[in-house]
Antibody, heavy 118, light 109 residues
């Protein structure tokens, strides 16, 4: 069974940094693109970032996070990461990792809450 | 940039009724990359439909998708109590970039 388990969320001050992790199991992690999607309180889904199965330079970002967030992966550890810098209140959200396949997100983690507040 | 507009914002129906949810794109889409998700309160989204009309693994056949070009529809033929949730359409476009609609809340009347 596919499982995705996010961690690393919490309370951070404006301007601070946080690194999220997503531990994957139940599928061949190194064969699939992965993505991060976030959901601010009481709002809809917003795509944040994606990375190809191999990683490297094949990374993609929403305009709202480009230059501040960095997606990466360690296929030897079956883990996806999201490094978030220069955080602001607008980044407060539940962050989901998801397995991507042919443009759709077929498995999702349970999410981790990031709160940016002083 | 493609914008997906879902309607209605809220749909109030009773169990057993038929639900029709709309997703309209600001420009014509590749049907291969149009998907629908269900999100129950406090839960992660779940893939329902991909490629406009293909059901994801384990999704009951009361869920169906249709459409082309700029207009797409998710239909739930006979509502079950567990179907009352928020539904999102999603498109994978060039750049590459993923876009979600703003969601339709399906509530019990």
């Amino acid at each position: 069974e596919v499982q995705l388990l996010e961690s690393g969320g919490g309370l951070v001050q404006p301007g601070g940094s946080l690194r999220l992790s997503c531990a994957a199991s139940g599928f061949t992690f190194s064969s699939y693109a992965m993505t991060w999607v976030r959901q601010a309180p009481g709002t809809g889904l917003e795509w944040v970032s994606a990375i190809s199965f191999s990683g490297g330079a094949d990374t993609y970002y929403a305009d709202s996070v480009r230059g501040r967030f960095t997606i990466s992966r360690d296929n030897s550890k079956n883990t996806l990461y999201l490094q978030m810098n220069s955080l602001s209140a607008e980044d407060t959200a539940v962050y989901y990792c998801a397995k991507a396949f042919q443009g759709r997100f077929d498995w999702w983690g349970q999410g981790t809450l990031v709160t940016v507040s002083s | 940039e493609i914008v997906l507009t879902q309607s209605p914002g809220t749909l109030s129906l009773s169990p057993g009724e038929r639900a029709t949810l709309s997703c309209r794109a600001s420009q014509s889409l590749s049907s291969t990359y149009l998907a629908w998700y269900q999100q129950r309160p406090g839960r992660a989204p779940r893939l329902l439909i991909y490629g406009v009309s293909s059901r994801a693994t384990g999704i009951p056949d009361r869920f169906s998708g249709s459409g082309s070009g700029t207009d797409f529809t998710l239909t739930i033929s006979r509502l079950e109590p567990e179907d009352f949730a928020v539904y999102y359409c999603q498109h994978f476009g060039s750049s590459p970039r993923h876009t979600f609609g703003q969601g339709t809340k399906l509530e019990i009347k």
